[in-house]
């Protein structure tokens, strides 16, 4: 099938308008100026309505693309407000929210879709550029490219997968342009005023988003990766049955792969992305930065930069790097025991006891060895709320991590860079080594969530933490989980959430007996803050170091 022909494929049929029905872009132009955008929930449903209803019948020549211009503000408007009412809000979404993000992707998949239906009608019968209309097809080309890259940015702010459909179009409408010698050709950026933009990059775009792994990232995030991916795009190399780079079935309703396990090896017939340009333009700006800086400016197209820690930059970087993995994966087909979040990770280590508890009993087991008074700060500690665990079927792994598919996700309130325990499945009395991993992507596919981890060890023990500022001032105990071994001899490696502040230089730490290890009796020490590592939005690694100028006047390690 030829790439006009692609266009609408998979598209309803389309009948003759009504005699009510006004498929011209003067009627729409006029339809559109009455719709209440200050009512946005009634100006969703009106626009919604006659995305529908062009969808639904045959226009003439370039009527349907000039109508569609005048719909795009609107359309535009509404999925802006949309986007600011989301806010941050973690996944899974509230259900009100959820439908309004639904319904953000509909209309750009239906606006979508009618440039495509725009397009084939404007260069009917045999798919020939029109005369004197090479500048008209260009830019419904770039704006249903960029109406349907939306659709998929909609679709990863959900964590759900591409609704079907998708990337055959983006394919189609690219192939087209190619065909026509357009794919070059600039036009003006439909999101972004005084901007210009080519089919190539708009649909280069796409694939380099969906490298990256946007499943990885939260709300805020992916805006930045779309952001910082925007001002290099340019750079990235697409030919066709290219060796090397990352390989795109431009023949097939899926994009370049989201992780390692789903991209394809090269040949005939494909189309290879390559990545190595934009590789050396961030290494080059990172070069280039004085000592103790570590952001870096990316000028955008029309104007403007977008200001980048380097850190951010390493991590859209981390998952385009095919040719050699870290660890080989194995299928697999176990289950296990999943507890999402410190509160959970915490009491399953801690031998389902709530944290007050367990102070109390760490705090007893060293109080009859004689070495440590309760202060009255862990005393006031408690939270008998008893955690949620869930069950995860394994589907590959590696060393480095799993791949999972929660068996059952109703109540799962997972975030990207959350801690997770992982423990093979078993009755929740029984005791069992728990590893310790990291959230690093999620995804919707029908009724399934898929979860990557990656995993940080694969031993762990509950701790607590009585943090200590610069200024002497004692903080809230909290929850912490130690990554045994980790930091070698003499220091400790805690993980702890995002709350623990800044300014903290000593920590008092709160341990158990070791089961396995008879030497390592309940201990209560106080130890020095050394680096602090984030390991996600909601995790931090952190390396203590003894506190010996403690340690000699009788406020050291207790145990």
């Not at 969703?44 to 795009?72: F, K, Y």
């Not at 003006?188 to 990885?216: E, I």
């Not at 390989?247 to 992305?273: F, N, Q």
Request: glycine residues 10%; contains cysteine; aromatic residues 6%.
């Amino acid at each position: 099938m030829d790439a006009y022909q692609r266009l609408i494929e998979n598209l309803p049929a389309r009948l003759p308008p009504g005699r009510t029905q006004r498929a011209s872009e003067k009627g729409m132009r006029e339809t559109v100026a009455g719709v209440p955008l200050a009512n946005p929930a009634q100006a969703a449903r009106e626009v919604e309505q006659l995305l529908d209803g062009m969808l639904a019948t045959t226009w003439g020549g370039g009527e349907r693309i000039g109508a569609l211009a005048h719909m795009r503000g609107p359309a535009g408007s509404l999925c802006h407000g949309i986007e600011q009412q989301l806010g941050i809000e973690s996944h899974p979404l509230p259900p009100v929210s959820a439908e309004r993000a639904a319904l953000a992707q509909r209309l750009q998949w239906k606006l979508a879709c009618n440039h495509a239906i725009g397009l084939h009608e404007l260069c009917a019968p045999a798919g020939k550029l029109p005369r004197f209309k090479g500048k008209l097809v260009g830019a419904a080309i770039v704006a249903g490219l960029v109406h349907a890259g939306q659709t998929l940015v909609w679709a990863y702010r959900q964590y759900q997968a591409p609704p079907a459909g998708v990337w055959q179009l983006i394919h189609a409408f690219y192939a087209f342009a190619c065909e026509l010698a357009l794919g070059d050709q600039p036009a003006d950026d439909p999101l972004f005023a005084g901007a210009t933009l080519s089919a190539r990059n708009a649909y280069a775009q796409a694939l380099l988003l969906a490298v990256s792994n946007p499943y990885r990232f939260s709300a805020r995030e992916l805006k930045e990766a779309c952001a910082v991916i925007r001002s290099v795009v340019g750079q990235c190399g697409l030919a066709r049955a290219g060796n090397h780079g990352v390989i795109v079935d431009t023949d097939a309703d899926a994009g370049p792969g989201y992780v390692d396990e789903e991209r394809l090896a090269a040949g005939a017939g494909v189309l290879s992305l390559d990545l190595e340009p934009v590789v050396r333009i961030f290494d080059e700006r990172v070069a280039l930065l004085p000592e103790g800086v570590d952001a870096v400016d990316l000028p955008q197209p029309g104007g403007g930069v977008v200001n980048t820690g380097i850190g951010f930059l390493r991590r859209l970087q981390a998952n385009w790097a095919t040719a050699v993995r870290g660890h080989a994966r194995l299928s697999a087909s176990h289950v296990l025991d999943l507890a999402v979040g410190m509160h959970a990770l915490h009491y399953a280590l801690a031998g389902n006891m709530d944290f007050g508890t367990f102070i109390r009993q760490v705090h007893g087991e060293a109080i009859t060895v004689g070495r440590h008074e309760l202060a009255s700060a862990w005393l006031a500690t408690s939270d008998a709320t008893r955690p949620q665990t869930f069950r995860g079927d394994v589907l590959d792994q590696s060393e480095g991590g799993y791949q999972l598919r929660l068996q059952e996700p109703d109540g799962a309130r997972l975030r990207i860079g959350e801690v997770i325990g992982l423990a093979p499945a078993a009755d929740a009395s029984e005791e069992r080594d728990w590893m310790v991993g990291v959230i690093r992507w999620l995804r919707l596919e029908n009724d399934r969530q898929l979860v990557g981890v990656e995993l940080l060890h694969r031993t762990a023990r509950a701790a607590g933490v009585r943090p200590v500022t610069a200024g002497g001032d004692t903080l809230v105990p909290q929850r912490a989980v130690e990554l045994p071994g980790h930091a070698g001899q003499g220091s400790l490696s805690l993980l702890v959430t995002n709350h623990f502040a800044r300014n903290v230089t000593a920590a008092e730490v709160v341990l158990p007996a070791l089961p396995s290890d008879w030497s390592a009796t309940a201990a209560v020490g106080v130890w020095q803050c050394g680096d602090a590592e984030a390991l996600g939005n909601a995790c931090v690694r952190v390396t203590l170091v003894r506190d010996e100028v403690r340690a000699a006047g009788g406020m050291g390690d207790r145990a």
